[in-house]
């Protein structure tokens, strides 16, 4: 299979603590995208890589949230001193950067939830 | 500010007729849109898209129609099957990022 892969799946934490995702792109894709879904909403974005670059991040991506893509392959995303506000999927997405390519495909998310 | 919209929150179709989704947006500066499935704990998938330049595109059981006047977009499913149930959204494209609507949950019964 070669998707967008998210580890992990499923992720309970404790209010305050700190927790740390990792989605592995499509291995020919040089972008990479986070989004957020909540119940009953689309996913929205986060933020946006392409190679190791960050390129956007949301005014929804608060100090506490900060995500990497250190070598252009897999990126981490990682807040810290969670909320419970940030109970949500998190959603990877990887794509080619070519101008007549623009379609996003997507990992199965990371589901958090914050006791 | 919303500027993808879904309005249906819901569509039952019966089987082997055509499903219509439906997707009005805000801003002009959209260059691109997108139809995207979604089943229970998975990702969204990709379904089809279209240019803001074009008016229609098609792929097998699937059409999307873009009316740029009016601002508004459909998915045309036909026929409708019922593997097809699902969410689906809407997402539109600018500036490299999309923006979704908040999706319509499509049933589709024998």
């Known amino acids: 299979d070669t998707g967008v892969s998210q580890d992990p799946r499923h992720k309970i934490t404790k209010r305050g603590q700190n927790v740390t995702f990792r989605c592995d792109p499509i291995?020919?894709?040089?972008?990479l995208y986070w989004y957020r879904q909540t119940l009953g909403q689309g996913p929205e974005f986060l933020t946006y890589?392409?190679?190791?670059?960050?390129?956007?991040k949301s005014r929804l991506l608060s100090d506490r949230f900060s995500a990497e893509r250190p070598k252009g392959s897999f990126s981490t995303l990682e807040i810290q001193r969670t909320e419970q506000g940030d109970s949500a999927m998190y959603l990877c997405?990887?794509?080619?950067?070519?101008?007549?390519?623009?379609?996003?495909?997507f990992g199965p998310g990371t589901r958090l939830t914050v006791t | 500010d919303q500027q993808v919209k879904q309005n249906s929150p819901s569509l039952s179709v019966q089987e082997g007729r055509i499903s219509i989704l439906n997707c009005d947006y805000t801003n002009s500066m959209f260059d691109y849109f997108l139809w995207y499935k979604k089943y229970p704990a998975e990702g969204p998938t990709f379904l089809i898209s279209i240019s803001s330049i074009k008016d229609k595109n098609e792929d097998g059981r699937f059409t999307v129609f873009l009316n740029k006047s009016a601002k508004h977009l459909s998915l045309h499913i036909v026929p409708s099957q019922p593997g097809d149930s699902a969410v689906y959204f809407c997402a539109a494209r600018r500036s490299d990022k999309l923006i979704f609507g908040t999706g319509t949950r499509l049933q589709v019964f024998p």
């Open positions: 291995s020919e894709h040089n972008r």
């Open positions: 997405a990887s794509s080619p950067q070519s101008g007549s390519s623009y379609e996003q495909y």
């Open positions: 890589f392409q190679n190791e670059a960050q390129l956007e």
